[in-house]
């Protein structure tokens, strides 16, 4: 081969080298003219992603990304919400967890009966992993939010308690926890409320009309055979098992939906903290003294001395944590049966030790969920509105 011919080879070279690089640099470019400095997708409404999903409005915004409201065009323009991910590593290995999940659940549950959020498809956009699901209304949490923070009427909290012990309880014999329970992550299938005039508080207050919820945001969810992670769930709605390093399973899930249920029925938080010792403090204050075995195995031995909590209940957190809890009982609203009733419930659910506490399957079958006879005829307290006395 003469020097004229290796010369034009060696110039193909490297005009296909800098073809490469200019295409490299034009998709970086592409992606960072899409992309914020944290990751978000940039977008405006009218935006049509895939050829298919028209951007209508931002509903909400997380650590992982936001979800958006969208017209599904390939579904006749019917309304679903798409949840857009951030596009950084950590959080694309997080969603794709997260649709193995959701395609587990719509194999198990094809027809949508188990009150879990129905993944309709995903696809991986510029980087942005993006899942879509039915469109559903508030959470749990922004309606009590909106409504001054004012408690859900108890005949209420039995549907709502009953949807979310069923959906958790397919997740569990699916070998699935949730691992993050909370009322924001419980969400009604429509919001439309009533307002009516609450004679107690003095004030207007809004009345969920229809009590239909689903159960969403599977991105912690973690199979029996997974790597469990040390620490999991929101703090206000941790378990103590997790607090004290002692490993999770199942029962951790029903320690939170006992949290969520109570702060349906008073209207604020049981345990209202950010450091674990004082949560310890609180559950204590609550429910009575840790078991001493659980602080036996307990890998967090510098939250106690000789056996019991290390916690001064004459020091400024200690006077925070009395003025803030109280024994168990002393929360009810009423003496009526049914609050009762709802009582025995938290209380098998707020069980310290996780293979005491109660599963949800025999949650389900107590006198709590049982329909209340009047006058021969069964009530129906599905989506009542009547606050029991």
């Known amino acids: 081969m ?25 998709e970086s470019a592409g992606k960072n003219e899409r992309d914020t400095e944290n990751g ?38 019917r309304r679903i919400a798409l949840k857009i991910i951030k596009s950084l ?9 997260e649709i193995n999940v959701l395609e587990k659940i719509r194999v198990k549950d094809p027809h949508n009966k188990r009150n879990c959020v129905q993944m309709l498809d995903w696809f991986n956009y510029y980087g942005h992993v993006c899942i879509s699901f039915q469109l559903l209304s508030l959470s749990t949490f922004d309606f009590l939010k909106s409504n001054n923070f004012l408690p859900y009427p108890v005949n209420q909290i039995r549907h709502m308690a009953s949807q979310i012990c069923d959906a958790v309880s397919f997740l569990h014999d699916n070998k699935l926890t949730h691992t993050d329970l909370k009322p924001e992550n419980i ?12 004679t107690e508080k003095k004030c207007n207050e809004r009345r969920i009309k229809d009590t239909t919820v689903r159960l969403v945001d599977f991105g912690s969810a973690t199979f029996d055979h997974e790597h469990h992670s040390v620490v999991i769930s929101t703090r206000h709605y941790r378990a103590p098992e997790v607090i004290l390093e002692l490993g999770w399973s199942h029962p951790c899930d029903v320690w939170s939906i006992g949290c969520i249920l109570f702060e349906y029925y008073e209207g604020f938080t049981l345990f209202q903290t ?23 195995r307990s890998r967090k031995q510098r939250y106690f001395y000789h056996g019991r909590l290390d916690w001064i209940e004459c020091s400024k957190a200690g006077r925070f944590v ?28 707020l069980e310290y030790e996780p293979l ?3 599963s949800l399957p025999s949650a389900l079958k107590q006198p709590f969920f049982l ?19």
């Open 274 to 296: 950010h450091d674990s010792r004082e949560h310890l403090a609180m559950m204590e204050r609550v429910g009575g003294p840790i078991p001493l075995q659980m602080i036996q």
């Open 2 to 26: 003469g020097r004229k011919e290796l010369f034009s080879l060696f110039k193909a070279f490297l005009d296909c080298v800098c073809l490469g690089v200019s295409r490299s640099s034009r």
């Open 187 to 198: 969400l009604f299938v429509n919001a439309d409320y009533s307002v009516i005039y609450n």
């Open 89 to 97: 590593d950590k959080y694309r290995e997080t969603a794709k967890l």
């Open 40 to 77: 978000h997708l940039i977008y405006k409404s009218g935006d049509v992603l895939e050829d298919r999903y028209e951007i209508v409005d931002t509903l909400g915004e997380g650590t992982f990304g936001k979800v958006v409201q969208c017209l599904d065009h390939d579904r006749e323009g």
């Open 371 to 389: 329909p209340v006879s009047r006058h021969g005829n069964a009530q129906i307290w599905r989506n009542s509105c009547d606050k029991s006395k």
């Open 356 to 358: 005491e506490r109660i």
């Open 322 to 349: 009395k003025s803030k809890c109280k024994p168990f009982r002393n929360y009810l609203l009423s003496h009526g049966r049914e609050h009762h009733q709802f009582f025995d419930l938290l209380e098998k659910m």
